[in-house]
């Protein structure tokens, strides 16, 4: 978008104009310079960029990965090479040279028995970012599988979790130890030809998690992975694979922060979830990775096919997400609710300021009978943020008894931003019952009047009236991340009230 | 691909090219069936210049567009398929046999109107009713206007509709010929409201016919536009009908739109509008009738403080689709909008409806609120439906909501424990449903025609 009317415009509309002096107040808090921003100088062992079938092979063979793996990369590239870029969505950027994005980066020691023998350098980065993993292990509850770049290099928990019979792994780990499992399950839920970018993941995915929770089992405690892009023009491809087998329950948490780069990093994550019979599976995301300067310049694209798969009877897969950074966003977390009575839940809160974008949403396949959905959407959009829910909600001819509500409300934060709304409803089933609201706002001057009667400061004031209105979708998001979204949220609108 | 099928001057070795599938190679003949739509020359070296020049544009602008298809966002939900097999060809010349006993049964009676008829897409004067207009009023034919006082219209034909929304625009714009037309001067009431009926009659090939209308309200006036669309019989035909609206400062339309077409007829109609500073716009859609009907509604507001307010009913029943788009684009500041869509599908029917509302960076103080309720009666019924908000100000008030669901079970059930048989209550509860829209009509005779229609396809429907 052009800056050129909002300049004219100031001029002569006073409204804008007051509006402009009070977010010049807070620029020295918008200038502020990206909290997480630093790099960690390690030795990787990078593959230059570029991408063929040689590339795809020697990622295939530094993994050591048996033959079918590398055929179903293979499939997966050739298919990939055969379709379009996708350009239907409402964000705009240059296109992306997929020629210069180098495909494997590896940090060079390996092996590590325990966390002594963990590079101390990378230790420190984790505690930069305030999650030391020797605390995370004397944390109860929580168990980390960090990812530094693409290969994970410290596993915690793991026994803990054995006991259980849970598998909570490294996908190339998974490769090597539950080939059967995961053949059998991967590319199930996200074909290699689903769409572009998954198709590329497809060919090219270097790491991610493989959770397996067997029978009857409530997995222990919350797993979460903590993923870091950390070598400048590596794309991350991560494969996350979540099966819940009949009668478990797994929480997943993922949180993202990445270090400052000038250049566009590109991200194109798959991740699947599988659950069977009277499974629960709950997936959730915080995301923060650097959203480019002031300009948009060299923030992340962030481009992530998401989707889950009710596939037993009584089984729930519910997403929960707080996107506030990148550049651009791009992702879906869809349920397909093929088992009777399944359930599957959107709740989602994203944030664009600056020259933020995000196309985001949720799609909801109703193919069972009884199977119900709930879609709760709040966006807020600041600066020149664009933001965009794209959803939909389909429920097929056999879908008797079908139900869903969706919401989806925006919050526009000053004249340049913008909030779209694009839901798509197919409905083939007398018996569904179907609603959809949507609103779209600004703060109202009454609330703010309000609290700022009361002696709080403006910022204070939205920041209190923003969190009021995400509250729907904070409360499904387990403890500690909750605390870290509302702060997170706080710190993201510092300077773009005004 | 498509453009290039359509396109008459492509080089003819294109299309054997061996690169083609087997799916391009049929929607490459299946583009030449509208081609026979655009006229052979864009110019009969009658009109005034800037006409011929508005139609060639146009037959230019649908070789360039071709035919949409699924991966076209607008037809999504809308196959071409049935409408392309039917081989329409224009209907050449006005049809003159009818007299006004033919179409006694399709008028309203105790309706007091001025009344326009189009039979085929050709003004019919010998069935219309022009008598006793208001001083300043025009309203006749396009065709007999175009010739004698062209200049009356050169500010507005083809102005308010602009490029088009898509092909079908696109080409009713190249084969501009006749109409109605209304203007009324500034300040003018029209007494009685203006009936526009399209009657359509069954043609040895398959037709179809193309009436573009023009209606124009200068400042203050005031005026009720009622248009119909009705058939002869079971004909099997395609009206491709596009009407432009211009509404002055401060001047109000309220515009009643009924499509009962024949259960054989296919349907493209676009309402074209742009609305002064403080105009009104006042619409009710009803959608009854047709095999497959398409309804674009476009709304521009070229001044602040105008309000336009369209609300629309639909019933959808076995083999039947009907679609509305409507395009509401805020520019301006200080202007509102209203959409109230209500559906009822049943039997193997599908509807469409998609609605956008746009509000660009400077339209603050913009107020719309877009609503769309469906009631799904059957197994084999389909709805899709998609309101969308692309909001680029922040000092608004926008909201949609839409619905799809049966008849609450627990409203059945009181009704049945007052003893009234199930048919009946289900009947009766469609109809409370349909009757917020049908009680807005506001004009008597055209809501009891309507009421009526609707009772009876419910009754015949398989609820």
């Not at chain 1, 379009?84 to 494997?104: G, L, R």
């Not at chain 2, 006409?51 to 060639?56: D, F, G, M, N, Q």
């Amino acid at each position: 978008m052009s800056a050129t009317p909002d300049d004219v415009r100031t001029a002569d509309n006073p409204a804008a104009a007051s509006a402009g002096d009070a977010s010049a107040e807070y620029d020295h808090l918008v200038q502020s310079e990206y909290e997480h921003g630093f790099v960690t100088q390690i030795e990787s062992d990078t593959l230059p960029p570029g991408l063929d079938e040689s590339v795809i092979a020697t990622i295939s063979q530094r993994k050591g990965e048996p033959q079918w793996m590398l055929d179903w990369r293979l499939a997966a590239y050739r298919k990939w090479l055969e379709m379009p870029t996708p350009e239907w969505a409402a964000v705009h950027h240059p296109p992306i040279d997929f020629q210069a994005v180098s495909y494997f980066s590896a940090p060079k020691r390996k092996e590590l028995k325990s966390l002594d023998e963990v590079d101390p350098l990378l230790l420190e980065t984790y505690e930069k970012l305030g999650i030391p993993i020797e605390e995370q292990k004397a944390l109860a509850g929580v168990a980390v599988d960090a990812v530094f770049d693409s290969v994970s290099v410290a596993t915690t928990f793991r026994e803990k979790l054995a006991e259980a019979g849970v598998i909570f792994c490294s996908i190339s780990e998974a490769v090597q130890e539950y080939p059967e499992l995961v053949q059998k399950h991967l590319g199930t839920v996200v074909p290699q030809t689903d769409n572009f970018y998954a198709g590329l993941n497809s060919a090219v995915f270097t790491d991610g998690t493989f959770v397996y929770v067997p029978k009857n089992t409530r997995c222990p405690m919350e797993l979460s992975t903590y993923f870091r892009i950390n070598e400048a023009k590596t794309g991350q491809f991560e494969r996350t694979l979540i099966v819940a087998d009949e009668g478990s329950y797994v929480s997943y948490l993922e949180g993202c922060t990445a270090p400052q780069r000038d250049e566009n990093q590109l991200h194109a994550a798959v991740v699947e979830l599988i659950a069977m019979d009277n499974a629960e599976i709950k997936y959730s995301t915080v995301q923060n990775w650097y959203p480019g300067d002031e300009e948009g310049r060299g923030g992340i694209y962030n481009f992530v096919t998401k989707r889950g798969d009710c596939r037993g009877v009584n089984s729930k897969i519910s997403w929960t997400q707080v996107e506030t950074g990148s550049a651009i966003t791009w992702k879906y977390p869809s349920c397909i609710l093929r088992g009777d009575n399944s359930v599957g839940e959107f709740y989602s809160v994203a944030v664009t300021k600056g020259r933020q974008q995000a196309d985001t949403g949720t799609k909801m396949i109703h193919l069972g009978r009884n199977t119900s959905s709930t879609i709760v959407s709040k966006g807020i959009s600041a600066q020149h943020g664009i933001q965009s829910y794209r959803g939909l909600v389909r429920i097929a001819a056999k879908a008797e008894g079908a139900r869903n509500h969706t919401q989806c409300d925006s919050l526009l934060i000053g004249d340049k931003c913008a909030a779209n709304t694009f839901p798509y409803i197919e409905v083939k089933n007398p018996g569904a019952k179907m609603e959809h609201e949507a609103t779209t706002s600004k703060i109202s001057d009454d609330q703010l009047f309000y609290c700022r009667s009361r002696g709080l400061s403006e910022e204070d004031a939205v920041s209190m009236i923003v969190n009021g209105f995400c509250k729907e979708v904070f409360n499904e998001l387990p403890m500690e991340f909750a605390v870290e979204a509302q702060k997170l949220l706080s710190i993201s609108l510092e300077g773009a009230v005004g | 691909m498509t453009a290039a099928a359509l396109n008459t001057q492509a080089p003819t070795g294109k299309a054997a090219t061996p690169a083609l599938t087997p799916a391009q190679t049929s929607a490459h003949t299946q583009a030449q069936a509208l081609d026979g739509w655009l006229p052979e020359r864009a110019t009969d070296g009658q009109d005034p210049a800037w006409v011929e020049t508005l139609r060639s544009a146009a037959a230019e602008r649908a070789r360039a567009l071709g035919l949409p298809t699924r991966k076209n966002e607008g037809w999504r939900y809308t196959g071409l398929q049935a409408l392309l097999q039917q081989g329409f060809a224009p209907v050449s010349e006005a049809l003159e046999a009818l007299q006004p006993e033919d179409i006694e049964d399709l008028l309203l009676p105790d309706l007091d109107a001025y009344r326009v008829v189009m039979v085929n897409g050709y003004f019919a004067p010998a069935l219309s009713a022009l008598d006793g207009l208001p001083n300043g009023v025009v309203l006749g034919g396009l065709h007999t206007t175009l010739t004698e006082t062209p200049d009356l219209l050169a500010d507005s034909l083809g102005e308010v509709a602009g490029d088009g929304a898509h092909l079908f625009s696109a080409l009713n714009t190249a084969t501009l010929s006749d109409g109605m037309v209304l203007l009324a001067e500034r300040g003018v009431l029209l007494d009685k409201p203006v009936e526009l009926l399209h009657l359509s009659v069954g043609t040895e090939s398959p037709g179809v016919a193309q009436p573009r209308h023009l209606v124009r309200l200068g400042e203050g006036a005031r005026g009720t536009l009622i248009e119909r669309y009705a058939s002869l019989g079971d004909a099997t035909y395609c009206n491709n009908a596009l009407i432009e609206l211009d509404l002055g400062h401060d001047s109000v339309l309220e515009h009643r739109r009924l499509q009962l077409e024949s259960p054989n007829a296919f349907h493209v109609s676009g309402v074209y509008l742009r609305q002064g500073t403080s105009s009104r716009y006042d619409a009710i859609n009803i959608g009854l009738g047709g095999r497959w009907a398409r309804t674009d509604i476009i709304t521009r507001f070229a001044g602040e403080h105008a309000e336009c307010d369209l609300q629309g009913l639909y019933l959808a029943g076995d083999g039947q689709l009907i679609d509305y788009h409507l395009d509401v684009r805020h520019a301006l500041p200080h202007c509102s909008s209203r959409e109230n869509f209500k559906g009822i599908v049943h039997g193997k029917g599908k509807a469409v409806f998609d609605g956008l509302v746009y509000v660009a960076r400077d339209a603050q103080q913009t107020d719309a609120a877009m609503s769309n309720r469906n009631l799904l009666l059957s197994q084999n019924a389909e709805i899709d439906t998609k309101p969308q908000l692309e909001i680029y100000a922040d000092d608004v008030k926008c909201s949609h909501g839409t619905t799809v669901g049966q008849i609450e079970p627990e409203m059945l059930f009181y009704l049945r424990s007052r003893g009234i048989a199930e048919g009946l209550a289900r009947r009766m509860l469609c109809l409370g449903f349909a009757g917020e829209i049908i009680g807005a009509l506001g004009i008597e005779p055209l809501a009891e025609h309507v009421s009526e229609v609707v009772g009876q396809r419910l009754e015949h429907a398989p609820l």
